[in-house]
T-cell receptor, first 112, second 114 residues
Framework: KQEVTQIPAALSVPEGENLVLNCSFT??????LQWFRQDPGKGLTSLLL?????REQTSGRLNASLDKSSGRSTLYIAASQPGDSATYLC???????????FGGGTRLMVKP | GAGVSQSPSNKVTEKGKDVELRCDPI?????LYWYRQSLGQGLEFLIY????????KSGLPSDRFSAERTGGSVSTLTIQRTQQEDSAVYLC????????????FGPGTRLTVT
């Protein structure tokens, strides 16, 4: 059974810092990995999708990497802003079925 | 274009009552997923529809839960004889096809069972 772990569970940083969020998964037989953002009381917004054959994806200040063989992904946020404050979730598709298996999330607070 | 929509946004019901939750996927998306987000369990998969294929129901927690998708578009998740542990946010997602396509999520329905 696929298990996804995110470290740290919570993170507080001052505005302007670069930061890294970590995600690990136990079964390397994945189709893809997605990073999501969730604001309080809201649904999930997809940030980046990395296919299993890719090593990284970039969107603006966000960069996600994937090392499938070691079961790890990182989300790098450059020059953090207070508006980046949210919960960040990683999820993988593949393995036992077609569903997304989610990590527990990292709750990020960026202080002005 | 329009994203995934869900209704109602909030639902409060008494224990033992039945509830129906609705999901309108993005037009043209053939795959539709239901997930549940609760405090104790995080985000977990419930059921997956792909085109006209039989749905993958492997995530449904009990036989009180069922879902259907009419005309390959709108989906309804039904919970019979609701229990307090059913309280959660129910999220719907859709994608162009099955994996490895990107899934797009709706805003969710917050269900509270009193």
């Amino acid at each position: 059974k696929q298990e996804v772990t995110q470290i740290p569970a919570a993170l507080s940083v001052p505005e302007g810092e670069n930061l890294v969020l970590n995600c690990s998964f136990t079964d390397s037989a994945i189709y893809n990995l997605q990073w999501f953002r969730q604001d309080p009381g809201k649904g999930l917004t997809s940030l980046l999708l990395i296919q299993s054959s890719q090593r990284e994806q970039t969107s603006g200040r966000l960069n996600a990497s994937l090392d499938k063989s070691s079961g790890r992904s990182t989300l790098y946020i450059a020059a953090s802003q207070p508006g980046d404050s949210a919960t960040y979730l990683c999820a993988v598709t593949g393995g036992a079925g077609n569903m997304l298996t989610f990590g527990g999330g990292t709750r990020l607070m960026v202080k002005p | 274009g329009a994203g995934v929509s869900q209704s109602p946004s909030n639902k409060v019901t008494e224990k033992g009552k039945d509830v129906e939750l609705r999901c309108d996927p993005i037009s043209g998306h053939t795959a539709l997923y239901w997930y549940r987000q609760s405090l104790g369990q995080g985000l977990e998969f419930l059921i997956y529809f792909q085109g006209n294929s039989a749905p993958d129901k492997s995530g449904l927690p009990s036989d009180r839960f069922s879902a259907e998708r009419t005309g390959g578009s709108v989906s309804t998740l039904t919970i019979q004889r609701t229990q307090q542990e059913d309280s959660a946010v129910y999220l719907c997602a859709s994608s162009w096809s099955g994996p490895p396509s990107e899934q797009y999520f709706g805003p969710g329905t917050r269900l509270t069972v009193t």
